[in-house]
């Protein structure tokens, strides 16, 4: 017989079905013996009545194949339980369970959570991040592909840095010394001059001695990048329409997900509203009495303030800061002539935490010799990367999200190492 998904058990009641999967549960009534089990399609109850040697080698996270009936049952779930005839044990578990895994709340902190990965990942509220976590990835995707978007893969090993810094790890590269990549943003830019419109879904790594509950040092970054704009906008516009797309294919798809956190999808107006750094930075000094005008950019608390403001203001949980300043933005960042000393870039911020970041870059070869020669930088070392803007690039840009942290800001968990499978960060290289 073959097997059937739990899920699909509904559709044999009154038949014998054989069902595979995880032991979740057990629970001895009396002579009654009750069995949850979980598949990747969902969780059904079992029934062993009066045959308890059938259960006496079971324990929880033992694999098994079972063959029973199915029958209804208002009070389980879906509405029917499996009256079990017949175990097959699989594999047994050979330790105690280090982690309580059940539907309710899990007693554990993060270390220890993250520490037993393998089994904390089977909690179905757990599972849950990632299961919506895929689905983020697959819509940006699907919407990019839409917009007539072409899907690249570019090197994670790579001779120099995008960003620049020293947040960037060294590798050692047979008789090299190489990088990994801090972003797709050099190939994404190349890419451009042969199919205008490109995205990846890829890992990046940052180097940075951050201990904080918003950094990962290696992250999956969600990248495109775009040619022939006018401005930043069109970046922004895009992205506007590309979140009020996800959110609404979300609503279809992963409501029983977000149900474990307690969490509403969130709502994406049809323009999400922007403001100048300074612009921010003054509604901050005036509102909230922050001092920061001047500053570079936004720290942790203006950030989560500026989104209170916009969700009081506009009714918005998502807002564009624009226009930071020239000298801490990387060096292809296109400068605003109109506005000296700032660039055509943006932070998208959400629920009091940055996003995204994007903007405009230079396209034109002699521009990037003036901002190279301004910023002492040798043009030699990136004669790969410069190479396509001699022969012709268009006005472009692009922009990155970070996939952790759009997925813990849907879901309001309070760090982001929650929304990584298995995290990296100063601390941590296993599992």
């Known amino acids: 017989m073959e097997r059937a998904l739990i899920n699909q058990a509904v559709n044999f009641i009154n038949q014998e079905i ?17 069995i949850i089990l979980r598949d990747y399609s969902g969780f059904i109850q079992g029934v062993i009545e009066n045959q308890t040697d059938l259960s006496e080698e079971l324990s929880i996270g033992t694999v098994v194949k079972l063959k029973g009936e199915v029958v209804k049952e208002e009070r389980a779930v879906q509405g029917i339980e499996l009256k079990i005839k017949e175990i097959k044990i699989q594999s047994r578990v050979v330790e105690d369970y280090p982690l309580q895994i059940n539907k309710k709340k899990i007693s554990a902190n993060l270390d220890t959570l993250l520490d037993y990965r ?47 810094g020293s947040n960037i790890f060294k590798v050692e590269y047979f008789d090299k010394t190489a990088y990994l990549a801090q972003s797709p943003q050099f190939y994404k830019q190349i890419m451009v001059g ?28 969600l990248d495109y990048e775009m040619g022939f704009i006018e401005n930043h906008l069109d970046i922004m516009r895009l992205e506007n329409n590309l979140l009020i797309y996800m959110l609404k ?5 992963s409501q029983e997900e977000f149900k474990f956190f307690e969490m509403e999808i969130p709502f994406v107006p049809e323009e999400i509203p922007h403001l100048k750094l300074r612009e921010a930075q003054s509604i901050l000094e005036k509102n909230y009495h922050k001092t920061c005008l001047g500053e570079p950019d936004l720290d942790p608390e203006d950030e989560r303030l500026i989104c209170q403001y916009s969700k009081e203001k506009y009714n918005s949980e998502f ?16 400068d605003d002539s109109e506005d000296p000393g700032y660039t055509k870039s943006f932070d998208l911020l959400f629920r009091g935490l940055e996003i995204t970041t994007g903007g405009q870059r230079i396209n034109r070869y002699e521009d990037y010799l003036t ?12 004669n790969f990367y410069l190479e396509a803007f001699k022969y012709g690039m268009p006005p472009h840009g692009g922009l990155a999200i970070g996939l952790e942290r759009i997925t813990a800001r849907m879901l309001g968990l309070a760090n982001i190492r929650e929304a990584s499978l298995f995290p990296r960060d100063i601390n941590r290289l296993i599992p």
């Open 319 to 334: 807002i564009f800061i624009t226009h930071f300043p020239s000298d801490k933005r990387p060096f292809y960042t296109m």
């Open 371 to 382: 901002k190279m020669k301004k910023l002492r930088m040798n043009p030699d070392n990136f």
């Open 194 to 221: 042969v199919f205008e419109r490109v995205f990846e879904v890829g890992s990046v790594f940052r180097a940075e001695q951050h201990n904080t509950a918003r950094h990962l040092n290696e992250y999956v970054s």
């Open 18 to 34: 054989w069902v595979w999967g995880w032991i979740h549960k057990i629970r001895k009534l009396g002579g009654i013996v009750f």
């Open 118 to 164: 393998s089994v904390s990942l089977r909690y179905p509220q757990i599972s849950a991040i990632f299961k919506i976590q895929a689905q983020i990835a697959k819509l940006f995707r699907e919407y990019l592909i839409t917009q007539n978007f072409t899907e690249i893969f570019t090197p994670k090993i790579v001779c120099a840095g995008a960003e620049g």
């Open 249 to 253: 294919e979300l609503k279809k798809t």
